[in-house]
């Protein structure tokens, strides 16, 4: 059993190191992001909470309209035409700063809708610009950082993002700054320069070369990742919008102290899907394999339930070890332990189609997912906005649409596997 163990890890040493690098530096993130949370929890009234959550939430999904989705070719140009890097970054630049207008348009729509009565229109805008121009440009350096095989600098550098952002919160916490305009502050500032950190240390040393017609010819690529990624994230953050429009920031702040703990769980799960991409796009075959497809899904399943489970426990001996407003939302924990694995598995099929390169069939679903999910929750809120009754019936919202998604997903998976 031994020597079975040695031979399968000489085999597949580089996977393995490559993910503990990047575990390593999810662990780390992951302790930073619990410091975080519970410093801003606990500082910002529940409903203020509430409201930077869904702000934070609009960003995220309006940032993946940032180039029109070029972060998609420089990614795959860093995985494999590592020369290109310099010219594919031109070409991303570019498309930021001809994606602005559209930015800017996503950016007030949704603040008129949903944020005008409740949020100053500065405190609005630099929460935008954190996630939108700041955050995003982090994770670009990251991607093309994981794409060239450097996965212990990328997730050096996230972690130096995220340990900028906790450090911001221990201080907002420390001075009893409790107002959202005071944290959009400190949110900004510690945003700025994990970016300029990233650009300036991190980013490769290249040569920025302008040449538009391999932009053109990467151009439906790019724009159908845009358009998955953004309906990724309505299907996945968009439901912080939903409920804030049908339940008020109060319901929506104790949602988002629930989402958030159940999303730190998809720490570890985000690297596994970040490898298995990289090993789909270099060993097509690897979905041959009849049992390769349930043994992963068991797998981030089993992770996600263990994650968030064990917080359960931890909240139900120590109601308030994580802080006073925590310790409001503490029992409703334990009533979503089926909520992390469902989104975490509609995450990776998702990555599953991109590893694919089936990215107008990812757009498709996701756009059926997002639906989905928002007429679900709208129910739901219709329903009753008594939290005692809403939240347990989030775990059947979460599995009719990963139920789903699983049935969209796989005869597609199956159909290309089987042309190769």
């Known amino acids: 059993m031994i020597t079975s163990a040695r031979t399968l890890y000489d085999r597949h040493h580089r996977v393995v190191h490559a993910y503990l690098s990047m575990v390593g530096g999810s662990v780390v993130r992951l302790v930073l992001s619990l410091v975080y949370f519970v410093c801003v929890a606990n500082v910002l009234p529940i409903s203020e909470f509430g409201l930077f959550a869904s702000a934070s939430a609009t960003g995220v999904m309006v ?9 998609s070719p420089l990614y795959r140009v860093a995985t494999v035409k590592h020369r290109l890097i310099g010219t594919y970054t031109a070409g991303f630049l570019a498309g930021g700063l001809l994606s602005l207008p559209l930015v800017m348009a996503l950016c007030t729509l949704i603040y008129l809708l949903l944020f005008a009565q409740d949020m100053a229109s500065s405190v609005f805008l630099r929460f935008m610009l954190a996630e939108i121009i700041c955050w995003r440009g982090l994770e ?3 991607n093309v950082l994981n794409g060239t095989g450097q996965f212990a600098r990328s997730a050096l550098m996230v972690v130096i993002g995220q340990a900028l952002r906790t450090l911001s919160a221990v201080l907002f916490y420390a001075l009893a700054f409790n107002t959202l305009a005071a944290w959009s502050s400190f949110y900004l500032a510690s945003n700025v320069l994990s970016l300029a950190i990233a650009i300036t240390i991190f980013y490769p040393k290249v040569r920025l070369r302008w040449r538009p017609a391999l932009y053109v010819r990467r151009w439906v690529d790019s ?22 429009a049908a339940g008020g920031p109060e319901v929506t702040g104790i949602y988002a102290i629930v989402m958030r703990l159940a999303d730190l769980t998809a720490l570890p799960v985000r690297s596994f899907n970040t490898l298995l991409v990289q090993q ?3 060993s097509p075959a690897i979905l041959k394999r009849g049992r390769t497809k349930p043994m992963i899904e068991a797998m981030i399943a089993g992770v996600s339930f263990l994650a968030i489970a064990s917080m359960a426990l931890y909240l139900m001996l120590f109601p308030r070890g994580l802080g006073g407003n925590v310790a409001q939302i503490a029992p409703y ?21 991109y590893a694919t390169g089936q990215t107008v069939r990812r757009v498709v679903n996701l756009a059926g997912l997002g639906a989905l999910k928002i ?3 709208s129910a739901l809120l219709a329903y009753t906005t008594a939290p005692g009754g809403w939240v347990p019936l989030l775990n059947l919202v979460f599995f009719a649409v990963y139920a789903t998604s699983m049935i969209l997903t796989y005869p597609a998976v199956k159909r290309w596997a089987a042309a190769r």
């Open 375 to 377: 007429g679900l929750l």
């Open 140 to 142: 670009v350096v990251s």
């Open 280 to 282: 789909i796009m270099r």
């Open 223 to 244: 724009v159908s990742v845009a358009g998955a990624e953004i309906l990724f994230y309505v299907q996945s953050e968009f439901d912080k919008l939903v409920v804030l």
């Open 63 to 71: 940032s993946r309209a940032l180039a029109f989705g070029f972060m």
């Open 333 to 353: 924990v334990a009533m979503v332990l089926l909520v992390p694995a469902f989104r975490n598995l509609v995450e990776y099929h998702s990555e599953l189609l």
